[in-house]
């Protein structure tokens, strides 16, 4: 089963649930946070002498006190910052702190902190306590604890980030690792978040039962993998028609096509601008190279075969010739119902005309996000789970909204991928995985696992090319050779 991911408000309606079934305080689950902390602090530092430990004057900052409390116990030196005063009247952190200093705890203000003894640094100061920007109290601790060279332990969320979001508006902890409690926060694992959490671990805090979760993390042990026999044949293994590359734009036609190679198909045909085809056939003469030609487009190719797809999009462009291409694609998956991809300038034309399909699958960046939507970046990405939902609704098919953390909507579930790195942030990634998407479409019978499997396959092979060339020098096709490695991966889980 993969792992679940919960809204803020589902896991605290969790813990007011589960305080009401014993004396009314949760305070106990501030206790095995505590001890959850400590004991992931001696799993990962365990040489640790001295820590730093920055508390808030909320439910995290009690955390911080109970961490404080039973480090003290195991004989490491615990400076204990109480950023903002003492903990709100009202939060289970005034009886952690009592505790603390019951303890022989002692509270230091950051000038009377020692930085060059301490081996480790606790943000407790925010927590999932973050609508917008940070306020100066907490920037100050959050400057602080970001500008000393001491690694950083950060408890449920790095201050700074939203925990349903992951989005920093103003300054953030830079974590080496956060621990999350009772269960993951949606804002932990898409948006900013690779940014700052580090390692991400949760501790469930034996809550045996939290709600329904928001999405899924795609789990490569889970994923569904096509089967392979000695006796099968191309015909078997299924058949994609890409449509890409417009004048100028060939690139992204090749770049789809060659990742399509890599993903087992049967058969892989290419129709791209008649500049484009020698440069197809040198690069991939696996792949059956043809003019694009909006008057003579042969679709009826995939008539009548189980395992065939289309894709649409890769550097098609938006001129006459482009548009005209799009309303023939169109009318003939409305009259076929085949197994497509639109991706690039084929989503900002369906912007323009709108139209719901239940087989295809969509591949928007946040700006082609907006556009489908009818609104800015920024609203896709102060929700991205809810702008996936709200295309796969208007639209039909799946939603793939691409990005740190992509989302895979399906109008049932959705799921965020873990794998990838910042150094895809580069032209030609999309192409890529347009390619790997149609192809495994044709060679799965269920689109949905399809598009999982492609969207983690090629955050990985961005993860095994970034380790080879660098996030910085990483290009796009550099993961077109990491995919071999990634297919051996997968056969061994």
């Not at 940070?134 to 601790?141: S, W």
């Not at 034996?206 to 096509?226: E, F, H, Q, R, V």
């Amino acid at each position: 089963m993969s792992q679940a991911i919960y809204s803020t408000q589902s896991i605290r309606d969790a813990e007011l649930r589960w305080a009401e079934n014993r004396d009314g305080s949760t305070y106990p689950l501030m206790e095995r946070a505590g001890r959850a902390a400590w004991q992931m602090l001696h799993r990962y530092w365990p040489e640790t002498e001295c820590i730093l430990i920055c508390c808030g004057r909320g439910n995290n900052g009690g955390d911080g006190y109970e961490l404080g409390r039973l480090a003290m116990e195991n004989g490491v030196k615990v400076y204990l910052v109480a950023n903002g005063g003492e903990p709100r009247k009202e939060s289970d952190a005034v009886k952690a702190r009592e505790r603390f200093l019951k303890s022989s705890g002692k509270e230091y203000s950051l000038q009377e902190v020692d930085i060059s003894k301490v081996d480790l640094i606790v943000d407790a100061v925010l927590g999932t306590g973050v609508v917008g920007a940070v306020r100066e109290t907490a920037l100050k601790a959050i400057d602080y604890i970001n500008q000393a060279e001491v690694p950083v332990f950060s408890l449920d969320v790095p201050s700074g980030l939203n925990s349903d979001s992951g989005i920093a508006e103003g300054a953030c902890v830079k974590a080496d690792l956060t621990l999350s409690f009772i269960g993951l926060k949606t804002g932990l694992t898409t948006g900013d978040a690779s940014r700052y959490i580090g390692e991400l671990r949760n501790a469930d805090l034996a809550m045996d039962w939290i709600g329904n979760p928001t999405a899924y993390l795609i789990d490569p042990k889970n994923l569904s993998t096509p089967q392979r026999s000695a006796s099968d044949h191309k015909g078997s293994q299924g058949q994609t028609f890409i449509l890409a590359g417009n004048r100028e734009m060939g690139g992204a036609a090749l770049m789809a096509a060659d990742a399509a190679t890599r993903m087992g198909l049967g058969l892989i045909r290419l129709a791209t601008h008649q500049s484009h085809t020698t440069a197809a056939l040198i690069r991939t003469p696996e792949v059956m190279v043809s003019e694009l030609n909006p008057e003579e487009l042969f679709l009826e190719v995939l008539d009548g075969k189980e395992k065939s797809s289309l894709v649409f999009g890769p550097g098609i462009g938006a001129d006459p010739w482009a548009r005209k291409l799009f309303h023939v694609v169109l009318e003939y998956l409305q009259r076929r119902k085949v197994n497509a991809v639109l991706d690039a300038d084929a989503l900002n034309m369906l912007a323009e005309t709108p139209n719901h399909y239940s087989h295809w699958v969509l591949t928007p960046h946040p700006g082609e996000a907006a556009r489908l939507l009818g609104c800015s970046i920024a609203d896709i990405n102060s929700d991205r789970l809810e702008s996936a939902r709200a295309i796969q609704k208007k639209y039909g098919g799946i939603c793939v909204l691409k990005g740190a953390g992509t989302i895979v909507c399906d109008g049932q579930c959705s799921y965020i991928n873990s794998s990838g790195n910042g150094g895809m942030a580069k032209p030609g990634m999309g192409d890529l995985l347009a390619g790997m998407a149609g192809a495994l479409l044709a060679r799965l019978e269920d689109p949905l696992a399809a598009v999982k499997l492609a969207v983690w396959m090629h955050g990985k092979a961005g993860d095994e090319a970034a380790a080879q060339q660098g996030q910085e020098a990483l290009r796009a096709t550099d993961l077109i050779s990491c995919l071999p490695n990634v297919w051996s991966e997968l056969s061994s889980n």
